[in-house]
């Protein structure tokens, strides 16, 4: 009987498992011992991280986007669309239903679905509504929006915490005054704040980065303020602990989620992400124990950092397990907590350098004090043209 590996998402992490595993069981695949399929609800891979850039218009959409089919081994089963959009996971019975009504079974199940912005979670929030977390369109509505800035408070809110990349909104901020001051030239014009959730912006030596050149630069940060609800016509944010702050525009960072789907199936936690093992990343949670379900990515454990970079290296690990799995060899590689935030404190413009760095950490090893430099700022540029050929494939 041939064996099966079911993968839930082909974004970044399903994607390297779909490639590692491909690439290590081409001959098992070929004598038609193992099948691997792959499931997702479109064809198009986004490096959401992309967004980011979109509103200074440092990154094209051909550059952030791949079709999925270009990215993922043919020796992958894929399926995208309806026959790829999951609508059921019965984990007892070992069977996942898609939109159009087809049935798969599997021996191991990899979900790598990710995670979406819940708009609705803030009352007010859908009325003044600009992000660039949610789609490329949304990205551009923020560039429009940014070009367009003429003076006054623009404040960047973070409305809550688990976000998929944390210091995107961080690194946002900086590069909004960076364009303001170096660009429009118009920076003395306009307050800039960001606002967050809670104390601590990341690791301390991260947060004491980015909280001194926040200083230098003259943006105001102002901390502990989860989002309550925004009132439009007021221009008001509201916080849970009853805090107001006025804007004349506003970007947020709305709260996240796992995927409905999976809320729905019975499998998230009752803070309404999936559990797991810390580091087998086997799941864990309301619908029982399973060895041979793994959770990876943006909707894993609440209090797993969710990046791209951790994402990397969850998958890495979990190819590593399921290729332990079915060899049976009874060896376990652990996921470390492996995961990093880059941060960028200046835009390259006709008058600066551009100034990035890649912060990387893992469980019990918090960042080394950095700083930012030119050349972290060109790594950070060039990783978006490497993304597709070396990490999504599953190349390191
Ligand atoms: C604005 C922004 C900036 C970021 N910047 C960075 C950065 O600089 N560095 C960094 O490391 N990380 C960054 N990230 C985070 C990074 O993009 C994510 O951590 C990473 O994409 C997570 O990978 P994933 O595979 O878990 O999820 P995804 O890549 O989101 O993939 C999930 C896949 O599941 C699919 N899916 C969802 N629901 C269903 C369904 N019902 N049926 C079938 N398929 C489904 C989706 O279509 C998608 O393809 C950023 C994120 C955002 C939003």
Redesign the pocket.
Known sequence: MKEKVLI???????SVVANVLAREFRNKIAREELEITI????DL?IN??G??FIPFELYTPEEITRPRKKLISPRVNTFFGKD???TAVDLKNKEVTVKSDKKYTYDHLVI???CRADINAVPGLADDLNT??TSMEDAFKVRDLVKNIKGGKVVVSVASMPV??P??PVKFTFMLDSYLRNVKKNRDDVQLTLVWPMEPIGPPEFNKLVTGQFKQKNVEVIRNFPLASVDANKKELTSKNGATINYDLLITVPPHKA?Q?LIDSGLADEKGWLSADKVTLQYRGPAGNYDNVYV????GPADIL????G?HYQAIAVSQNLINDIYGNKIKTPYRGET?C?IVTELESPSTQGRGYIATWKYGVPPAPFTTTKMGWFFYRMYYHIHWDISVKGMF
């Not at 839930?8 to 399903?14: D, S």
């Not at 969710?306 to 970079?309: A, F, L, R």
């Open positions: 839930l998402g082909a974004g970044y992490a399903g499931l997702d609800k479109t891979n959401q991280g967004f980011t790829g959009e999951v790598a679905m990710g660039f977390y998929p990349c210091g995107a995927p789907v990876l990515g943006d909707l969710k990046t791209g970079i994402a990093g880059p």
